[in-house]
């Protein structure tokens, strides 16, 4: 409690402490005393405080104390100062001034204890009425505070602030547990709360004592607005939060990571907006999205073919039409994108034709999407192309390069290669291994139409050379072979061209020798034919 023992005395219109002696102070306290005794109720108003003897005689006790003396003096002259120690009225708050012994440590170290707990309480007051004003007023007055009393003269607003954190926090805790009261109708209310819980323009007054309480409010807001953007079909409230907690006078490096993340939910809140504006044109495109889905169902239930599934995709929807479409469809655009990757994948995984499902993989490189998603289109471009060089004549038809070989249609053959021979005896040792080379049903009909001419010929001719040797000469056998000779080379080269007609590869051991499971082989010495000794 404050009492200024030489206000109590009457003494305050002294010029100095010299003139108040102890005879003074003596009589003054005789005359203070019979009042006391005259009273109705034997006490001594003072501020709307009841002073007793005792409390009278406690305060003017101070009095023997020189420093004391003088600061008391200074304080019944200083009539909103005096008044606030004594009964914390706020007329100190208007036009505070600075006076030269505020910055006296002993001055300041006298009135910090009375001075901080009414402090605290005003502070309180303007802060919960969110006067931002009245409270930078009284934190003018901050000088009068000891270094000592600040957890005192800040105690209030910091609980004030903390109690608020911890009904955020709570609130956040709810959604996170999926037992909010709130529902989508009603989720936007919380903004509200955080503007009356956390008012910027007052809590941007306080001093650098409340900064970690600052970051706490800001973290708490944070966490408020992640939680409604994972539980909530909303951009509007998180936008609303992470906005606002930006308002708070946030320092150090955590204010970086705030704009980042406002940077972000802004982005997705302005697309969303966008796509309110054009749900027509996504709806098209949204539908798009199935029937690309659609598709990879039935590549994966082979109820429909990898070529007629691309070739589906590719009458689906115009690229550049989805290309040339605003940022809003950013997203609609990546899972087309996405989906139709996944179809290149389910057309090799699930019917082996690697030729369709790079031309899938390349319609999609083709649409416009972010980094992250053409890095994965272009890797699953590479990988692909490094299996069509591995499995190309394998796992499609080698002579039409178009369909998919059928086992019943394959080319057997034989091929050898000479290990070791000599001469002394005559002797050649080797090895040979069968070969199957893949073909499509389409291509066996062609080459099985080329084999007939080709024997047709060569039969032909060397019955025809035979006949003409005997008619001759006798020289049948000569002339069945010369014959047979010309059978055989215009035989080939109906073979030959049927099967260019046709736009496909021959089936000649010329040809197959080009064959990607013959090259490499037949580059190492392997031969068609059997080695003689």
């Known amino acids: 409690m404050y009492v200024n023992p030489i206000e109590i005395l009457g003494l305050s219109n002294a010029t100095d402490t010299t003139s108040i002696d102890n005879e003074i102070v003596k009589k003054a306290k005789r005359k203070l005393f019979a009042d006391i005794d005259l009273s109705d109720n034997g006490v001594f108003e003072y501020y709307g405080l009841q002073l007793t003897k005792g409390n009278c005689e406690k305060a003017i006790d101070e009095l023997t104390n020189n420093d004391i003396k003088e600061f008391y003096l200074y304080l019944a002259n200083n009539k909103p100062l005096n008044e606030f120690l004594a009964s914390g009225k706020e007329a100190i708050f208007k036009n505070f001034k600075q006076d030269s012994i505020f910055k006296l440590p002993e001055f ?45 003269a800040f105690k209030s607003v910091s609980n004030n602030i903390q109690n608020k954190i911890a009904e955020i926090d709570e609130i956040t805790k709810d959604i996170k547990n999926e037992e909010s009261a709130y529902d989508e109708d009603d989720i936007e209310d919380v903004v509200q709360i955080v503007k009356e819980h956390f008012p910027t323009s007052t809590l941007n007054c306080l001093p ?8 706490k409010i800001a973290n708490s807001i944070n966490y408020l607005s992640n939680s409604i953007w994972d539980a909530f079909d909303t951009t509007q409230v998180p936008n609303d939060l992470t906005e606002y907690l930006l308002t708070l006078n946030i320092g150090g490096l955590d204010r970086p990571t705030f704009e980042n993340n406002f940077k972000i939910i802004n982005k997705k809140h302005i697309e969303r907006i966008e796509q309110a504006k054009n749900a027509p044109l996504l709806k098209k495109w949204a539908t798009v999205l199935l029937k ?20 589906n995709i590719k009458d689906l929807f115009d690229l550049s039409e989805l290309n040339s479409l605003p940022s809003f469809a950013d997203e609609i655009r990546t899972q087309i994108g996405y989906s139709i990757r996944s179809l290149s994948i389910s057309i090799w995984n699930k019917q082996s034709d690697i030729k369709t499902a790079l031309g899938t993989i390349n319609l999609a490189l083709q649409i ?36 998919t070989p059928d086992e019943s249609s394959k080319i057997s053959k034989t091929i050898y290669k000479e290990t070791s021979r000599s001469y002394i005896p005559r002797r050649v040792q080797f090895s040979y291994v069968d070969i199957d080379i893949p073909r499509c049903k389409s291509c066996q009909v062609i080459h099985s139409k080329g084999s007939e001419k ?15 040797g005997a008619m001759v000469d006798e020289h049948f056998i000569i002339g069945g072979l010369i014959g047979g000779a010309i059978g055989w080379i215009v035989g080939n080269s109906m073979e030959s061209s049927l099967s260019s007609k046709e736009g496909i590869k021959d089936a000649s051991d010329s040809t197959l020798q080009q064959h990607p499971l013959l090259y490499q082989r ?12």
């Open 108 to 152: 300041v170290k006298f009135i910090s204890p009375y001075f901080a707990p009414k402090f605290d309480k005003a502070l309180l007051t303007a802060f919960e009425n969110d006067n931002a004003d009245l409270t930078k007023a009284i934190l003018n007055t901050s000088s009068l505070i000891a270094q000592t009393d600040l957890n005192s």
């Open 208 to 215: 650098q004592y409340f900064q970690s309480q600052i970051l």
């Open 292 to 311: 690309v889905r659609d598709v990879i169902k039935k590549v994966e239930n082979k109820t429909t073919s990898s070529n007629e599934a691309y070739q």
């Open 368 to 403: 416009n999407v972010d980094k992250e998603a053409k890095e994965k289109f272009k890797q699953d471009q590479t990988e692909l192309s490094e299996l069509e060089k591995k499995y190309r004549g394998v796992l499609v038809c080698h002579f039409c390069d178009k369909n």
């Open 454 to 468: 080709y024997w047709m010929f060569l039969i032909g001719g060397i019955v025809a050379g035979a006949i003409i």
């Open 522 to 533: 037949m580059k190492e010495g392997w031969t068609f034919s059997k080695p003689s000794a």
